[in-house]
């Protein structure tokens, strides 16, 4: 399933032509994305970026993950719900084990440089300690 | 005086282009760009003279020692020290203030003392003195600024208690540009027999520094934001201070005598420069101090101003956009935000017009908390830049509210 909505992502991004349409989508992807309960915005579920401040909140039924994220700049929360998208209500093993050859597959790292500024590497990390964390409990 | 377009023409970076659109680099408080002659210098260095300093009898070793000390008597010149002996050689600000930070706290400072900075500090002249302070048992206090980002002068009787024994200040602020009363706090300080550091990192290749005129005790600052190669910087202390502080690091050269038993250390300023200095560095930065020379450091004063105030006119004219950072008194530096927007989201999109701002808290978390906001949008400005470049970093401004407002 993962890998599924991962190429259903590729799909769409490959549509854009130039850099402003793939930033303008972010934003839109980074509007669409409900905001985190306030209670979830803690210290211990903060990402500390370099930039901006990000917030990633998992939860585990027992069977899935759920992931809700927010960020105070929009194309950092943009990038927060495409891999939120990507992860949500999957099972800690299949996360664990899912192929991260999409990310560069977007094209995306052309446009944001794989460094700590904008947390995508980052909050990768996060979801996947989440998903081990689970894992364990499960 | 020299013609900015033929001064712009000596910066071969400057010609290069980014995402197919002319470099338009605005980032130059972090580091500025270095004019063709400096990079020759390292060149040349390289190919013609490297050798070990100091110790070598034969040709290379004397060459190289002559033109690495012609750089320190070079520097004495030009912010007018006393004697080269009080020109330190340094990775740069950030190891000349741990320097002193680490050997002066060792010597003078015990529990219960006070170190004074003030609100508007780079991280490395904080971080530095709570190291040092934590080590001794001693504090950091904090002069207190304003919204626009003056310095509350009235609260500094009071803070220079008998407790302070040092106070380290910028000269210019990296995130708002506030050119601080440096002589008035030095002189307020002494007074109290306090002494003072002030860190020139953003002011050295805007203004003219005059160490002896300002009477500070010690003076600090990089070669790589004056036009010159990364990893060289200089410390400036008075002598009284630097034969009385103990070493920073041990290693070869800065030593007299060695045995197992005990070492003698050298006189200054070798003391203080342990280990194989970064001699092509300090070369290059001594083509870069004449290459300010040559252009001028009153046109490049005046140009860096001239910048600033066109820069901030076309900010207000432009509406939406907050300064932050009015002081009257500014250089070089003009920090401001979107209306909403996060400065991440616009860097992002001001990228992509080929314009190198800084967006971030710019090493100064203190003063973002302060004003409470997230980081600020910077451009900062070096005597290559021109009134069309911020021309060029306003049309992506009004892209940047187009797509986040």
Known sequence: MIQEKAAQLIDEFSMFDDWMDKYNYLIELGKSLPSIDEKYKTDENIIKGCQSRVWLHASFDGDKVSFTGDSDAIITKGIAALLIRVFNEEAPAEILNADLGFVDQLGLKEHLSPTRSNGLVSMIKQIRFYALAFQAKA | MADLKEIRSQFPILKRKVYDKPLVYLDNAATNQKPERVIKALDTYYRDQNSNIHRGVHYLSQNATTAYENVREKIRAFINAPSSKEII?????????????????????????????????????????????????????????????????????????????????????????????????????????????????????????????????????????????????????????????????????????????????????????????????????????????????????????????????????????????????????????????????????????????????????????????????????????????????????????????
Request: charged share 20%.
């Open chain 2, 89 to 405: 050689f340094t990775r740069g600000t950030t190891e000349a203030i741990n320097l002193v930070a680490s050997s002066f706290c060792r010597k003078y400072v015990r529990e219960g003392d006070e170190i004074l900075v003030s609100a508007m500090e780079h991280h490395s002249n904080i971080v530095p003195w709570q190291m040092a302070c934590e080590a001794q048992g001693a504090k950091l206090k904090v002069i207190p600024m304003n919204l626009e980002g003056d310095l509350l002068m009235e609260t500094l009787p009071q803070l220079l208690s008998e407790k302070v024994k040092l106070v380290a200040i910028a000269h210019v602020s990296n995130a708002l540009g506030t050119i601080n009363p440096v002589k008035d706090i030095i002189d307020a300080a002494h007074e109290k027999g306090i002494p003072v550091l002030i860190d020139g990192a953003q002011a050295v290749a805007h203004l003219k520094v005059d160490v002896q005129d300002l009477d500070c005790d010690f003076y600090c600052f990089s070669g790589h934001k004056m036009y010159g190669p990364m990893g060289v910087g200089v410390l400036y202390g008075k002598e009284k201070y630097l034969n009385e502080l103990p070493p920073y690091q041990g290693g070869g050269e800065m030593i007299s005598e060695v045995s197992f038993e005990k070492t003698t250390y050298n006189e200054l300023p070798f003391k203080f420069e342990a280990g194989t200095p970064n001699v092509g560095d300090v070369i290059g930065l001594g083509e870069a101090i004449r290459f300010i020379q040559d252009t001028g450091i009153d046109l490049i004063a005046q140009t860096g101003e001239e910048l600033v105030k066109y820069c901030e006119k076309r900010l207000l004219e432009e509406g939406g956009i907050t300064l932050i950072g009015t002081a009257e008194n500014k250089s070089g530096v003009v920090s401001f935000l979107i209306d909403n927007v996060h400065p991440y989201d616009a860097g992002t999109i001001i990228d992509r017009f080929g314009v190198a701002v800084r967006t971030g808290h710019h090493c100064a978390q203190p003063v973002m908390d302060y004003f409470k906001i997230p980081g600020t949008i910077r451009a900062s400005f070096s005597v290559y830049n021109t009134k069309e470049e911020i021309d060029t970093l306003l049309v992506a401004i009004r892209k940047v509210k187009a797509m986040f407002c």
